[in-house]
């Protein structure tokens, strides 16, 4: 990335330079009695800016643009205006005393010569105004590199906390179900060995579609089901369970396993009683460009020594929402005495295309 940033800058350099020299070759009435003389000259006195300049942008300017040190430019800026002010007229009385001694014609220039010192402040607002226009010209090349890497770095830390909430989601999910199967090999061998099966279809989706960025929202909901229906078993009758899945497009892409947790929350935290049935009713609506997920459930009236909405599942999602769909989500959860209530609506504009 570096290499092409200064390469563009390059390009733009020697561009801009090659334009320059044409206007002045094309505006010069320097009355030379030979053109050999004036191409000398244009080289000599052209060539000094070119190395000066580009010497300032990419080897002096860039250390100090990287540090923000606008004060340190402003004096490389001047100090190297100086020193090509310096040089431009060592070179002219270069010019003067080689036709002075005959070697080169003589010239009017020559005849119009002015002392050293006047040369010097004579070419002084020249360099400052070169000086200045090509690194301002590097200062926004290096300005846009750092915004381009800012951009980049940005980009990776949130993958790097996807990710790492990510691992935290998938070990919580596996530790539930696995030890609802447990408990059910020593009541049931034949259904647990059936429940393992399903969970093994469960597991597959975890391993190889977690690592994506996005699914399609009816793998997404098929894995849901899947998770669903090992729990039902696990609950047995003693549970009403309702669930509704209305799909514009089924392709639509969602982060994986970023609904998982609420329907996880509603089966760990559902009442359990003997005299009335708990209940869970999840509804996900898929309209257009908006994803509206719903999930509610009964809880017990008796307060658990954990607060209802504690937990790493839960508490992840929060932070997925927030770094996956900045100002595009609205999460409402609301709590009686009797009743959990989830709800989430999310903006897919971007996100949400198929592929």
């Known amino acids: 990335m570096k290499k092409y940033q200064l390469k563009s800058f390059n390009s733009v350099f020697f561009l801009l330079w090659i334009i320059i ?7 010069d009435d320097s009355n030379y009695p030979f053109l050999f003389q004036k191409i000398l000259s244009a080289i000599a006195l052209l060539g000094t800016l070119i190395v000066t300049t580009h010497l300032l942008c990419n080897r002096i300017l860039s250390g100090a643009i990287l540090k923000n040190r606008m004060p340190l430019i402003v004096i490389w800026i001047f100090l190297m205006a100086i020193s090509q002010s310096i040089l431009l007229s060592l070179f002219l009385e270069g010019f003067y005393l080689l036709e002075s001694h005959g070697i080169l014609p003589l010239s ?8 050293f010192l006047a040369e010097v402040f004579g070419f002084l607002p020249l360099t400052i105004l070169v000086n200045l226009g090509f690194g301002g010209l590097k200062f926004y090349f290096e300005h846009a590199k750092l915004y381009e890497q800012h951009l980049i ?3 990776e830390h949130l993958e790097t906390q996807l990710q790492s909430l990510q691992a935290q989601i998938n070990p919580h999910f596996m530790f539930n179900v696995l030890n609802h199967i447990h408990i059910l090999i020593q009541k049931d061998s034949d ?3 059936s429940l393992l099966i399903k969970y093994s279809d469960i597991l597959r989706y975890q391993l190889y579609g977690s690592d994506k960025e996005s699914v399609n929202i009816e793998d997404e909901i098929r894995f849901m089901k899947g998770y669903i229906e090992v729990e039902r078993y696990r609950w047995e009758n003693t549970l009403n369970f309702n669930a509704n899945w209305q799909l514009e497009n089924p392709k639509m892409q969602v982060p994986p396993l970023l609904l998982i947790p609420f329907i ?5 935290h559902v009442s359990r009683s003997k005299s009335h049935k708990g209940y869970i009713s999840i509804n ?7 994803l509206t997920f719903e999930v509610e459930n009964s809880k017990s009236s008796i307060k658990r020594t954990t607060a209802f909405n504690s937990g790493i599942g ?3 999602v929060k932070k997925r929402l927030n770094l996956l769909y900045p100002n595009k989500h609205s999460l409402i959860i609301s709590e009686t005495e009797n009743v959990y209530h989830s709800k ?3 903006n897919l504009s971007n996100d949400g295309e198929s592929k």
């Not at 020299?21 to 505006?27: E, F, S």
């Not at 009017?108 to 002392?115: G, Q, R």
């Not at 996880?264 to 760990?268: L, S």
């Not at 996900?284 to 908006?290: A, D």
Request: no cysteine; charged share 25%.
């Open 153 to 155: 770095l940005q980009k």
């Open 314 to 316: 839960l508490d992840n």
């Open 284 to 290: 996900l609506n898929q309209n257009n460009k908006e």
């Open 264 to 268: 996880e929350n509603a089966f760990k």
């Open 21 to 27: 020299a044409g206007i002045i070759w094309a505006v």
């Open 191 to 193: 259904l647990a060995s």
């Open 344 to 346: 989430l609506i999310i």
């Open 108 to 115: 009017e220039n020559s005849e119009n010569k002015e002392l």
